[in-house]
């Protein structure tokens, strides 16, 4: 049995997730195996971008625990997932689990503070993000781990783009991809393009977008990485949908909700369906652009993302009034501004994306 965790180890580490946890799935563990075998598990359908399936195994493996290295570890992992999936309060309360796990053993610490960061960034609390990022940025370029460094560069890149700093964003997420090709590390090189790939086009410079999502897209076709290979359609769907090529950019959309569904992505199933929204907007079939409006507003809904409430209640304020009802369009579009003001951001600025 320690044969094949070992194995299954090898193969969530050479990203084949997915066989890993096929291989898991097949085989019964003894009882002093339980622990390390349901962490595993969780390890790989994380790895795979199945968070709500990884968050089960996690549970599990943890009610196990006596170990402090995989209590922190589990506490950690937990976080990540809730936050990948947009819950903000839980993945506040695994990373503060998380934070004082670490400080109490002394152990990962550096990877606890980190998860912290990103759980004050998906919060809105930039400035204190920022500040953690910074600290843990030093530490480690100073001693070489330039994977970790591409991370906080991922990381820093995109609370740019919310702040509306693009150049800053874009440097830090290109910054991102040379320590993650430093390092040698594809995937962290992958969602360093995403990162560019998404900001590129909001600051309106669609061919470096367009070349920065092809990247992303070719790399992620071969892995078992279906939050990845998701990502990338919605992607390079919205470049698309900017740019006026409407037809592709849906088969894209249509593509991401497919994989968005199948791992149960509600919070970025919301972005599809407001693509899918703009798009029957701008070819003038209102009554589904407002339905699929509407899909999406009840995604994001609980799932921390402002900017996605926002943009659905710019594009419904947009539709509203091309079809004559001003005042309620009025009415969507000052909520939409008022809730951008609350969360410090200028969504309400974005229309023409």
Not at 1 to 7: A, F, G, R, Y
Not at 16 to 35: G, H, N, Q, S
Not at 117 to 131: E, P, S, T
Not at 176 to 182: G, I, P, Q, S, V
């Amino acid at each position: 049995m320690i044969k094949k965790l070992e194995k299954v180890e090898k193969l969530i580490n050479s990203e084949k997730p997915l066989e890993a946890a096929i291989l898991l799935k097949k085989t019964k563990p003894p009882v002093f195996l339980e622990a390390e075998y349901h962490l595993l598990l969780a390890k790989a359908w994380q790895s795979a971008g199945y968070f709500k399936k990884a968050l089960i195994n996690y549970a599990i493996g943890a009610s196990f625990l006596d170990d402090p290295i995989n209590s922190v570890t589990a506490a950690i992992a937990m976080a990540a997932c809730w936050r990948s999936l947009g819950d903000f309060k839980k993945a506040l309360k695994f990373s503060k689990l998380a934070l004082e796990l670490s400080k109490k053993h002394r152990v990962f610490i550096e990877d606890a503070e980190m998860e912290s960061a990103l759980v004050l960034r998906l919060g809105g609390d930039f400035k204190n993000a920022k500040i953690k990022l910074n600290i843990l940025f030093t530490s480690y370029i100073k001693r070489k781990d330039y994977a970790a460094g591409s991370f906080v560069c991922w990381a820093l890149g995109g609370i740019y783009r919310l702040e509306g700093l693009y150049d800053k964003s874009i440097s830090a997420f290109k910054e991102a991809e040379r320590y993650a090709l430093k390092s040698g590390d594809d995937s962290s090189r992958g969602y360093a393009l995403f990162g560019q790939g998404g900001v590129l086009r909001v600051a309106g410079k669609m061919d470096e977008s367009v070349m920065a999502y092809k990247k992303a897209k070719k790399m992620f076709s071969t892995t078992q990485d279906i939050f990845g290979k998701a990502y990338s359609e919605c992607g390079y769907a919205n470049v698309l949908r900017q740019k006026g090529d409407l037809a592709l950019a849906m088969k894209g959309y249509l593509k991401a909700r497919k994989l968005y569904t199948e791992i149960n992505d509600e919070a970025d199933l919301g972005f599809v369906e407001w693509g899918i929204g703009e798009i029957l907007k701008k070819t003038g079939q209102f009554q589904s652009a407002l339905k699929s409006f509407d899909k999406a507003r009840k995604l994001f809904k609980g799932n921390c993302e402002p900017r996605g409430e926002i943009l659905v209640e710019l594009s419904t304020a947009q539709t509203l009034h091309l079809l004559g009802r001003g005042k309620s369009a009025d009415k969507i579009f000052d909520g939409a501004v008022k809730l951008a003001r609350k969360h410090k951001l200028r969504t309400y600025l974005e229309i023409f994306t």
